[in-house]
């Protein structure tokens, strides 16, 4: 490639990415979720230097004491410590990493897959798509809590096995999004010019539809990373995810639920974490959705 090609390339993608970040930025609640799930993720990757204390250690003196601005709280546990004398800031700062590694693996193992199933259920025979996708009907016919109990239940109680549950039951999404956008992409000119020209079947699959198919994808992906978080949460809060002492905040929530109303910072604190992170992904989702679909954009 030419030094003006790689120019013209260059500038073509500067172009781009200013646009797009001119159609997110007007959606001020998408970048004030991009500035938080920014923050979890700085947490979360420097957790080991920003946490006061390990998060598994105990100090038994000081069991169930109060957030510092409370009576008998002090600051060397600003959120307190839970009933075997664990930080809880620390705890919460370490439960970023679980939180953030659970949506990334989910959302990456369903992804794959349903892009996959997808493609071949967009561009196979009517037998073999028929059959993609009344599976994914049987899946999405089961409550999806319900479903990633059995299949826990079934594996295990662990975070790996409950990561495998809730990446079944965000698939079926992803088949069917990936399926529509494939059959509404193969009957324009480009895919039927690529098919003259001699494209095989795996070409037209992953260098001349997917590509066109990846904005709705993208932002199914930042809701899903959302669903993970709530679904492998609850997982652990029932005991089939994370186990003790994992600093998971699903578990946090399971190990304070019998303090609710003797410690409530145990209970609320990891609890916030979830929310809030959840609603920020969200938020962030509905502002990829405003830039990448160019029907919500204005001429």
């Known amino acids: 490639m030419s030094a003006t090609a790689t120019l013209t390339v260059t500038a073509d993608a500067r172009r781009e990415l200013r646009e797009f970040w001119f159609y997110f930025s007007e959606n001020r609640g998408a970048v004030a979720g991009f500035a938080v799930v920014l923050a979890v993720v700085l947490t979360a990757v420097f957790a080991d230097f920003i946490a ?18 409370q009576d008998g709280g002090s600051w060397t546990f600003p959120l307190g410590t839970d009933a075997v004398g664990r930080d809880m800031l620390s705890r919460l700062i370490h439960g970023s990493q679980y939180s953030l590694l659970i949506g990334c693996i989910v959302v990456v193992l369903s992804l794959t897959f349903g892009v996959l199933l997808g493609l071949v259920a967009g561009f196979s025979g009517r037998a073999v798509e028929t059959v993609i996708m009344r599976v994914m009907d049987v899946i999405l016919s089961f409550p999806s809590l319900l479903l990633a109990l059995v299949l826990v239940a079934i594996l295990g109680p662990s975070l790996g096995n409950a990561m495998i549950a809730v990446a079944v039951v965000i698939l079926p ?32 699959m992953f260098s001349t539809v997917l590509p066109n198919c990846m904005a709705p994808l993208i932002v199914q992906a930042t809701l899903s990373f959302s669903t993970a978080i709530l679904d492998a949460a609850a997982l652990g809060f029932l005991g089939m995810g994370a186990q003790p002492p994992t600093p998971e905040w699903g578990t946090l929530l399971a190990d304070s639920r019998d303090l609710i109303l003797r410690a409530w910072w145990v209970v609320t604190f990891p609890g916030l974490m979830i929310l809030v992170t959840v609603l920020s992904i969200n938020l962030m989702g509905d502002g990829l959705r405003d830039a990448l679909d160019p029907r919500l954009k204005r001429s």
């Open 52 to 69: 006061p204390h390990s998060p598994v250690e105990q100090f038994r003196d000081h069991l169930l004491q109060p957030p510092a601005w």
């Open 173 to 204: 999404h992803f088949v069917r999004l990936t399926r529509a956008s494939v059959l509404a992409e193969r009957s324009r000119e480009y895919v039927t010019a690529s098919r003259v020209a001699g494209a095989g079947t795996p070409r037209l």
